[in-house]
């Protein structure tokens, strides 16, 4: 391949891998109505003569998995509300949609908690309902415990967000100064419900995909106290959620909800593994040996970058783990210590540690790219890193490591030409990585 063909292939990877797991497919794939019989995957749920279904849902896919359930469901859908990080494109009537904010929760996203509250709550015993959750819902959908205030809660998401705790960390803090997570949505209605669900997390742990709104949450106060401690970020959080925390780890507040709910059922749909999975028989189709080597990916971003810069080399050398051309994937989420002003996000600053490691070296690149179509603060989706692009932001006199220290790669990138740009994709299952390896034909 030459620099060309071998990005083409690169995005063309890429598409295939957010092809897989976008709603419309999924949806499709998982949910059938005949007559009076629902069935999700392998359950079937027997719906009265007449009797309609209730859709709500929040995350960055739920208006897409909306779309494609009304027309699997037609005129059986009574009604409801999908909160979304984007103004629905599309008329979802009978559904009220609207937007909430992200990734730090405002107003909108009061008013869309306090939406799905009421709706949910006036679900009588056998009403049945279906809710669409995927990632962004953490943000999307918030309201905190009467005694923290919205900007205090604003400021502890910030303080999270910028100090590179893992995800799953970040939601046990939420979801116990929050009145819709862990567990605590579902304690409002008697209705019985499915929770279709797009995993946005490593490990697919339900108590963490958008802080698991109907599922028990195992995590405890004291757990929250010690998070926020070791993160160095006890004393930066407002006195209102310390105040909460030191109350809870005394016993003086009620835990989230430990038990499952027997009438709401979780249906996992998609997920980074089946993205990987595609993107595999993509990478096949276009003539290179592939493999996959995790869906678990974390870490500082820049160190991930430059860790599968030094694979992709002895992937090359003698007795590689792969016959050339080949192509090694990668998913997951990684992480990035935010120390300076600049625009980006960790797959672009993945890129961006990559670039410097790649060099000159001409037979390697790597993509990286978010599959929800946005990385970070900025509008892109990733970046791509090659030697052509190296050479590039050597001539401009961009130095790479001044970029990195700013946290600025989405500028970088600009320069140069090498954004992944994709636009939203309505899905969100987490990151793909990958790196194409091959003897370059000038």
């Not at 419309?24 to 019989?37: H, N, W, Y």
Request: aromatic share 4%; glycine share 10%.
């Amino acid at each position: 391949m030459n620099t060309e063909e071998r990005r083409a292939t690169a995005r063309n990877i890429f598409g295939a891998a957010v092809a897989a797991v976008l709603p419309e497919k999924l949806i499709a794939d998982a949910v059938f109505l005949q007559g009076d019989t629902l069935r999700i995957l392998d359950k079937e749920y027997p719906l009265q003569p007449g009797r309609k279904v209730y859709i709500f849902g929040s995350g960055k896919a739920s208006a897409g998995m909306a779309k494609s359930l009304l027309t699997v469901l037609g005129n059986r859908v009574a009604g409801g509300a999908v909160v979304s990080n984007v103004a629905a494109g599309d008329d979802l009537s009978p559904l009220v949609a609207i937007q909430g904010s992200h990734p730090v929760p405002d107003a909108r996203s009061i008013r869309a908690a306090e939406l799905l509250i009421d709706g949910l709550s006036a679900l009588e015993d056998d009403d049945f309902f279906i809710y669409l959750l995927s990632g962004g819902s953490s943000a999307l959908v918030e309201k905190p415990v009467n005694s923290v205030s919205l900007a205090e809660m604003q400021k502890t998401t910030r303080v999270l967000l910028h100090s590179s705790v893992p995800i799953q960390e970040i939601n046990a803090v939420r979801k116990h100064l929050s009145q819709t997570k862990g567990g605590r949505l579902g304690q409002n209605t008697r209705a019985s419900g499915a929770v279709l669900v797009i995993s946005d997390v490593i490990g697919d742990d339900l108590s963490v995909i958008g802080s698991g709104p109907f599922y028990p949450d195992p995590s405890t106060y004291q757990q929250c106290y010690e998070i926020l401690q070791h993160a160095a970020v006890w004393n930066e959080v407002p006195a209102a959620v310390r105040t909460v925390i030191r109350s809870g780890v005394k016993g003086q507040l009620p835990e989230t909800p430990g038990e499952k709910k027997d009438s709401i059922r979780h249906f996992l749909l998609g997920t980074n593994r089946i993205a990987l999975e595609q993107a595999r028989r993509a990478a096949e189709a276009a003539g290179l040996h592939c493999r996959i080597l995790s869906a678990s990916l974390d870490g500082e971003a820049r160190q991930v970058g430059e860790d599968l810069v030094a694979l992709a080399r002895d992937v090359a050398g003698p007795g590689g783990l792969l016959k050339l051309p080949a192509c090694l994937l990668f998913g997951g989420e990684t992480t990035v210590t935010v120390r300076g002003p600049g625009k980006g996000g960790r797959n672009q600053e993945l890129a961006l540690a990559a670039l410097a490691a790649i060099g000159r070296t001409a037979y390697i690149l790597l993509l990286s790219g978010g599959t929800d179509g946005i990385d970070g603060n900025s509008s892109a989706a990733g970046a791509i890193a090659d030697s052509t692009f190296f050479q590039e932001a050597a001539r401009q006199n961009l130095p790479i490591a001044n970029f990195l220290a700013a946290n600025d790669s989405n500028t970088f990138f600009q320069k140069i030409g090498g954004l992944l740009e994709t636009g939203p994709t309505g899905t969100n299952v987490m990151d793909i990585t990958l790196l194409i390896i091959d003897k370059e034909v000038l």
